[in-house]
């Protein structure tokens, strides 16, 4: 009989601790951008954004995930793309020497069994890498463009 009210009691502090989380869920105001253009500016008027909030609360999701993770949705090319027994050292000749001849271009080197890979620059279009491709085919004709998570590029 203990044991049944001990679990009964178990049972309903989570039920209680569930309702607490969605009620806090529906509390939370619109974030980031939203918050922003909701802003009253004397020169620019003001916007209002009506919105289900199950909506504001998946923006604010979205907004602290890539918080944690910056960065955006771009383009890098990729020089080099091996495995074998001699791969470890030709991607790190690769990435020496196009560090050498392109200072000013970013270079990744990364492992991903069983492939070693070179990828360069951080492209926020692909026109952008098309054109890096077309300079670096010469020297590099065996790469391509690849779509990454890449770092923000600085602004031109």
Not at 48 to 54: A, G, K, L, P, Y
Request: net charge positive.
């Amino acid at each position: 009989m203990l044991l049944t009210h001990f679990k009964a009691l178990r049972y309903v502090a989570v039920l209680m601790l569930c309702a607490s989380f969605a009620l806090n869920a529906h509390a939370q105001k619109p974030v980031g951008l939203i918050k922003e253009l909701e802003k009253f500016h004397p020169e620019r008027g003001s916007i209002t954004i009506n919105q289900d909030s199950d909506i504001a609360n998946l923006l604010n999701t979205y907004y602290v995930q890539n918080a944690s993770r910056p960065g955006m949705q771009g383009f890098r090319i990729r020089i080099y793309f091996d495995l074998g027994q001699y791969s470890r050292a030709e991607s790190l000749e690769v990435m020496n020497t196009f560090m050498e001849e392109y200072p000013g271009i970013t270079v990744y080197r990364t492992f991903q069994s069983p492939y070693y890979k070179v990828s360069v620059g951080d492209f926020r279009s692909r026109d952008e890498a098309l054109k890096q491709l077309k300079r670096l085919s010469r020297k590099y004709p065996k790469a391509f463009i690849i779509g990454e998570w890449i770092n923000f590029p600085p602004l031109d």
